[in-house]
Structure formats: C-alpha cells, structure tokens
C-alpha cells in the first residue's frame, strides 16, 4: 500500500520514468523520436534510472560534494577533483547510453537527437549535476570542427561511450570529457570584457600553439580532459583547446583555486582556473573566438531547456504521488478541491515544458536539412531557454509544498530540485541576455520570425482566445524597434503562445482549454492553483500521475 496505518506515502520510486510519461512518449515520437529501436531502448532506460539503485545515487553524489586536490604529499600540484562513488556510477550510465554522443551517431532527422534528448530527460529527472559535463561534452564537436586538424585528433574520444576518468595523456584514454571556460571576473554575459592573453608560439594563428595566462572565475566539470576557452589573442578574443595533460604526459599550467560553495548543484565541481602560460591550440579564425564557441554554448542552451522541463515532471510527478495517497480531514488530498486546482495549475506547466522541448529537439534534429526548422530551432530555444528556465522555480516550490512538511526534507528528491533549478536561468546565457537575444535572432533573420508565426499558425482557429493573443503578439513584434525594455513581456507572450499553440495541436483538451483561458485569457490568479474552477481540474489533475 502507498500509504500506510500512520499516513506516511511510501516512496514513489522505483518506478519506470518512461512509461509512466505518455505525454513525453507521444511527443518525442511526433517529432521522430524514441520508435522501433528507440522506443526499446527508452523503456530500458526509463526502468533503469526510475530504480532505487540510481535514486539513491543522486542522493550519494549530492551528499558527498566534490572535493579539490592542489597538490600531492610533497607539496606538487596536481589539481585533481575527488568524486563519491555514486557520482561516476552516474557518468558511466549516461556516457554508456551515449548521451554526450548519440547526435553524431546517427543521421539529420532520423529522430536520434529527439532520442538523446528524452534519455537526457529521464536521467536529470534523477540527477542533473553530472549532465553538465556530458552536455558540454556532447556540444563542443560544431565548435571543434571549426578546426578540422584538432577535431580530428580529439573528436573519437569525444564521442566514445567509454567512460575513462583517468588523468593521463589524452591519447590513452578511451573517451573524453571536454568542458568551456568563458566567464572571467569582470564579466560573464559581456564575454568581450575577457582579458585572459594568449601568446603564438611559432606565429600561432588557427590550429597554432599559443600560450594562454589569465583567470576564469567560473568553470564547471574542471576535472574534464580539456577546455575550449576564450582569450584575447593578437587579432582579437579568440577560441583555444586548452587540456590538461599535454601530449608529453606533463601537467599544463592550469591550477584550480577552489570550487564554489554553491546553492544547488552539488554534484557537479564548478571551479576558479588559473592559467600561467597554460598550452592551448586555437579552434577556428582567431579574432573569431564568440563565434566559434557559441556553437556549443548553442547545444547546452538546449540542454538547460530540458533540464528545466524534466525537473518539472519530476517534481509534479512526485507532488502527484503524494497527494494521491495521503489523506486529510476525510479524505486523499487529490479529492479536495483546492488541492486538484493546484496539481492541475503544476501539471499545466509541466506538460507545456514537454511539448516545447520536445519540438525544439525536432526543429534540431532536422536543422541541417530543413531551413525553416533550422530557424525555428535557432529562435525558439532562446524562447524557451528563457521561458521555462523561469518557470521551473515556482513550479518545483509549489510542488514541494504539495508534499507538506515532508517535501521540506532532504530524503525527497524536492528540496535537491529546488536549490537546482534557478542555476539553468543563469549559465548559458542569463533571463535578461536570453531575452535580448532573442530580439537580436529576430532582427537579423526576419525568416525565424515568420518560421516562428508559421508555427503559431498551425493552431489557428482552434481557439479564439489563443487567435487573439497570437495577433497581439504579431503587433508587438512589428514594432520590434522599441524592444529592449519590453524584452521579457515579448518573450513570455511568444513562449505562452507557443506554449499553447503546442498543448491545442497535441495535448489533452482539457488541458489546452485551462491552458488558454488562464495563461491568454487572463481567468488566473498571481500563484499557481488559480486556475478557473470550472476548469476540468480533476482530469488534469490525475494525468499528472506516473502511471503505466
Ligand atoms: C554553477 C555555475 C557554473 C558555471 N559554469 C560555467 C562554466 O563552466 N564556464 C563558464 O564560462 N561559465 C560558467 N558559469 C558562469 C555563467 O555562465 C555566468 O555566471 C553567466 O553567464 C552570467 O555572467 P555573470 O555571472 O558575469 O553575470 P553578469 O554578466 O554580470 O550579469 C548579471 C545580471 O545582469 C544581466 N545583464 C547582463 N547584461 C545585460 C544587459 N545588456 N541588459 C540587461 N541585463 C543584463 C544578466 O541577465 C544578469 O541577470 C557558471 C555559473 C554558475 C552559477
């Protein structure tokens, strides 16, 4: 029984965190994802990471935060980064389902990167910390490839689903992990500032040795086996591959400071890097290092979008569970009214976030064959990586209040969720740079506009409140000109039309219908659990539910 004689719900997990979400399996299968073989290998994968065994990793690895090793019993640096157990048992498990590197195994539009993108749903749901590596890892080939000779070298080992965590020379190993150093002291968002050098050693420029001197202040997975990293060269702020053993087996000099005591993400070391004359090799044109290298910001943007839509899942599945078994003043919190408005409110959010994620993973996977997909991609995950980024905090709050004073406490996976989430509206482009970069993608392509007003028209006419709101929003955009201070207003508005446009085409009626008339229509309150009371809300409710 769920709940037993004293009222206490048992565990949710061990449970199949695939087959248990119709609403992902539906629309990953719609953009042509997870069928035949796909399909097979995410209902594996759903029961493997739903099982006791890797929940209680995700604890482990949370519990026992990385530690930092400068140096060794006589006094030599070595800059090492110590892990629990649980946190490469979670590494082997992603890297061993190919997460990092599915998306260079198969073809453009042949449904792997939606496939890639739903087991990299299923496993944040459980522990997002360790997805920061294999993200940064799985993005960096577009921007490596700007220097074939080096792509060449490091690409098999980038995409190798050997997990190897030894620090030894790179071309021993069996796979590799790469992460980014951007942000410097004085700057993070305005990347320009940078003033980390880089010197050529016999003349330098693409694919040439330099040596790089200089401090990032924020690098995340520091025990990766190399960097791609900014720094001004002769000819301007340029990209450079900057590992940590050099071909000759020797340290590079690169030195860790200390990793940040931070609000969540304990799992996962993010580090202060000193670099005095560190060996690095320049990816790309030099001068043209923002351009190079946002390529793989690019790939985990899109990953932040995704991990901020299964943690939603996560958190509304497991306020589902509860409430569906915990009983008060007479009877299971499900059946009180109040409480289905709010589950309902939070399973609104949560579906919306799957939808649009999972479109955006369509647009991408067929980006290299499709234009206007290509522009969509490029457009909506600015949208959505502001959107649901700023959704997630107040929908996994209000999940975890479902849960009363036990969603307080650390044995749920709530608490972990909560301090996670807004570290996704921050890295890879914070909510106001995301915002204006949308502008931006939309002044310099005036075809992602009409790709993106394309893709609200699909839904035309299925709702007059939704026609209205896509036509307000069309004469916002016309005066784009005047954008900057409305950045976030517009934004929302395309991202709730969106958003919409998705659950009306796709979702469940009633679902769509609450969707429309409380996010466009204006019948919604300040908090969640407003939603208007002779919505459906008990239906919506209990699809929030993980049942097979
Ligand atoms: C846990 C963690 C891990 C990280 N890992 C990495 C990593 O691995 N590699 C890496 O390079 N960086 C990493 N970062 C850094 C992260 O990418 C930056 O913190 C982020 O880009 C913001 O930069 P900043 O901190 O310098 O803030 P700032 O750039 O100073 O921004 C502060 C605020 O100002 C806003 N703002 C900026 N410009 C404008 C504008 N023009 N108009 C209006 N508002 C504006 C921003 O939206 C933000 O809210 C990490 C950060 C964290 C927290």
Known sequence: MPAGSDNMVSPLEPYNLFTTDPVLANAIEREGGGRGADHDLLVEFGERVGSDEVFEWGHLANRHSPELVTHDRNGNRVDEVEFHPAYHSLMELSVS????????????????????????????QVEVGHCCPTSMTGAVMPALRH?????????????????DPRLIVPDQKTGSLMGMGLTEKQGGSDVRANTSTAAPVNGGGPGGEHRLTGHKWFTSAPMSDAFLTL????????????PRILPDGSRNSLHFQRLKDKLGNRSNASG??????????????????????IEMVNGTRIDCTNWSAAMMRQAVAQAAWHVSHRTAFGANLID??????????LELEAEAATLMTARISGAYDRSAIDPDEAALARLGTGVAKYWLTKRAAPVVREALECVGGNGYVEE????????????NAIWEGAGNVIALDVLRAMARSPQ???VFLAELGRAQG????LDAAVARLRSTIVELDTAEANARRLVEQMAMCWAAALLVQHGDSAASDAYVRSRLGGDWGSELGTLPPDAALEAIARRALPVP
Not at 97 to 117: K, L
């Open 97 to 124: 389902a190919g997460i990092h590197c599915m998306r260079y195994e198969r073809e453009p539009g042949d449904g792997g990167y939606v496939t890639r993108n739903a087991l990299m749903y299923l496993i944040s």
């Open 147 to 163: 220097q074939p000779d080096l792509a060449e070298v490091w690409g098999p080992r980038l995409v190798s689903r050997s997990y």
């Open 231 to 242: 720094a001004q060269a002769p000819k301007g702020l340029s990209c450079f591959l900057v």
């Open 272 to 293: 202060e890097l000193e670099y005095t004359d560190a060996a690095g090799w320049m990816v790309g044109e030099e001068g043209r290092g923002v351009p190079t290298i």
């Open 336 to 345: 009180k009214p109040l409480m289905r408005n709010v589950l309902a409110d």
């Open 412 to 423: 749920s996976i709530l608490p972990r969720l909560y301090r996670e989430v807004p570290l």
């Open 448 to 450: 992602s506009t009409d």
């Open 462 to 465: 299925a709702d007059p409140i």
